[in-house]
Nanobody, 126 residues
Framework: QVRLVESGGGHVQPGGSLRLSCVGF????????TGWFRQVPGKEREGVSC????????VSADSATGRFTISRDNAKNTVYLQMNSLKPEDTAVYYC???????????????????WGQGTQVTVSS
């Protein structure tokens, strides 16, 4: 069965850190563009950080640059999102997604990412 499972969300104070994990089942994540996206109620889903296929090039939203890092552990078929210096505006449901057809072409927009996890809630507040 093809699926993605995210974990690692939770509640953290401003300035804190979290590491999100995305495990792939039925996919070899190291071969596929994989991304982290987030969504808050009433707003469109937005790209946070994405990693390309085997060349591992990354692209991140301006809001994530310098604070968030996407990485892979191919042995564990897992993609991570390390989030530091979290702000209240980072509060959202975070989703992992893969682009199995190469549509994303190096971009980090939801279009082209055909398979999605169930999401994990991140809440940043004092």
């Amino acid at each position: 069965q093809v699926r993605l499972v995210e974990s690692g969300g939770g509640h953290v104070q401003p300035g804190g850190s979290l590491r999100l994990s995305c495990v792939g089942f039925g996919f070899t994540l190291g071969d596929l563009p994989t991304g982290w996206f987030r969504q808050v109620p009433g707003k469109e889903r937005e790209g946070v950080s994405c990693v390309g296929n085997s060349d591992s090039s990354t692209v991140s939203a301006d809001s994530a640059t310098g604070r968030f890092t996407i990485s892979r552990d191919n042995a564990k078929n897992t993609v991570y999102l390390q989030m530091n210096s979290l702000k209240p505006e980072d509060t959202a449901v975070y989703y992992c997604a893969v682009d199995p057809f190469g549509i994303s072409d190096g971009a980090c927009y939801p279009v082209g990412y055909a398979y999605w996890g169930q999401g994990t809630q991140v809440t940043v507040s004092s």
